[in-house]
């Protein structure tokens, strides 16, 4: 999530998270549930923004310790994450250098990078980091495991990715060439929100200057609800037709990777 809107961490009661957030964390934790055979020890969200994917993450105990790291934490931010996430065990860095300093690897580790790539020039900024170089992707590396997720199709790149901040957009195959030059295993990859991809496109075709983001949905709990609704069902049945052999286009893209 961009963290661009901080005034969120202080009106929790009166924010309204967007059906795609909450749809994209079900799509997340579906995947990771049949894809990660082993419960991580250490969880690393990286882009963790007001840490609701990390909190979720804490929440289903999907592994055993959890960090989150973003540029924008600041002591004041982390304190006031800390005040809404009471009781919560995150701990949370401005830095994966800092992080890296100050946690050694236990066990198998999960680094989340749900769209973070597309904000950056060049994507070996985080992908120098937190994958080592093919040379050295060898025994001791064999506990990690990646969960990475970036918009599709530069040809619906749109005002709406430049208001986000977002340099390109990708394919699968792209996609999977990038992290497999990096001598990452791809243990599965595709698309999800097929209904959203045919949205954009008509959206991009008729409102070109788009001006709203995730940041400022001010939908009711009614059609929040609802919308969440059709973007589960949705992911839940292009799965199913995905293991049918039928491989449906969507708005975003995955690929679950280990070293």
């Given at each position: 999530?961009?963290i661009s809107e901080?005034?969120?961490?202080?009106?929790?009661?009166?924010?309204?998270?967007h059906?795609?957030?909450?749809?994209?964390q079900?799509?997340?934790?579906?995947?990771?549930?049949k894809y990660i055979?082993v419960?991580?020890?250490q969880?690393v969200?990286?882009?963790?923004?007001?840490?609701y994917i990390v909190?979720?993450?804490?929440?289903?105990?999907?592994?055993q310790?959890y960090y989150a790291?973003?540029i924008?934490?600041?002591?004041?931010?982390?304190?006031q994450?800390?005040?809404?996430?009471?009781?919560?065990t995150?701990?949370y860095?401005?830095?994966?250098?800092e992080?890296?300093?100050?946690?050694k690897?236990s066990?198998n580790r999960?680094?989340?990078?749900?769209d973070?790539?597309?904000h950056?020039?060049?994507e070996?900024?985080i992908?120098?980091?937190i994958?080592?170089?093919?040379a050295r992707?060898?025994g001791?590396?064999?506990?990690t495991?990646y969960?990475?997720?970036?918009?599709a199709f530069?040809?619906?790149?749109?005002s709406?990715?430049?208001?986000?901040g977002?340099?390109?957009?990708?394919?699968?195959?792209q996609?999977?060439?990038?992290?497999?030059?990096?001598?990452?295993q791809?243990?599965?990859?595709?698309?999800f929100?097929?209904?959203?991809?045919?949205?954009?496109w008509?959206?991009r075709?008729?409102?070109?200057?788009?001006?709203y983001?995730?940041?400022?949905?001010e939908?009711?709990p009614?059609?929040?609800?609802?919308?969440?609704?059709?973007?589960?069902t949705?992911f839940i049945i292009?799965?199913?037709?995905?293991t049918?052999?039928?491989r449906?286009?969507?708005?975003s893209?995955?690929c679950?990777?280990?070293?």
């Amino acid at each position: 999530m961009d963290i661009s809107e901080f005034k969120r961490l202080r009106e929790t009661s009166a924010y309204s998270r967007h059906p795609w957030e909450i749809a994209r964390q079900c799509v997340m934790r579906r995947l990771l549930a049949k894809y990660i055979p082993v419960r991580p020890a250490q969880l690393v969200d990286i882009g963790s923004g007001d840490a609701y994917i990390v909190n979720l993450a804490l929440k289903n105990a999907i592994a055993q310790s959890y960090y989150a790291i973003d540029i924008e934490y600041t002591p004041e931010i982390v304190a006031q994450l800390k005040e809404n996430n009471a009781h919560s065990t995150i701990d949370y860095y401005p830095t994966i250098q800092e992080f890296q300093r100050a946690v050694k690897p236990s066990g198998n580790r999960l680094y989340l990078c749900m769209d973070v790539l597309e904000h950056l020039r060049d994507e070996k900024e985080i992908l120098d980091l937190i994958v080592p170089s093919p040379a050295r992707a060898t025994g001791d590396g064999q506990g990690t495991f990646y969960f990475f997720t970036v918009p599709a199709f530069q040809s619906v790149f749109s005002s709406h990715d430049v208001l986000l901040g977002h340099y390109r957009r990708y394919t699968v195959r792209q996609f999977r060439e990038l992290l497999s030059a990096r001598g990452l295993q791809i243990i599965d990859s595709g698309y999800f929100f097929s209904s959203l991809l045919l949205a954009r496109w008509f959206e991009r075709k008729m409102f070109p200057k788009k001006e709203y983001s995730i940041d400022n949905w001010e939908g009711s709990p009614a059609k929040t609800r609802l919308l969440t609704a059709v973007l589960k069902t949705d992911f839940i049945i292009t799965n199913i037709l995905k293991t049918l052999g039928i491989r449906l286009p969507g708005l975003s893209c995955y690929c679950i990777c280990r070293l």
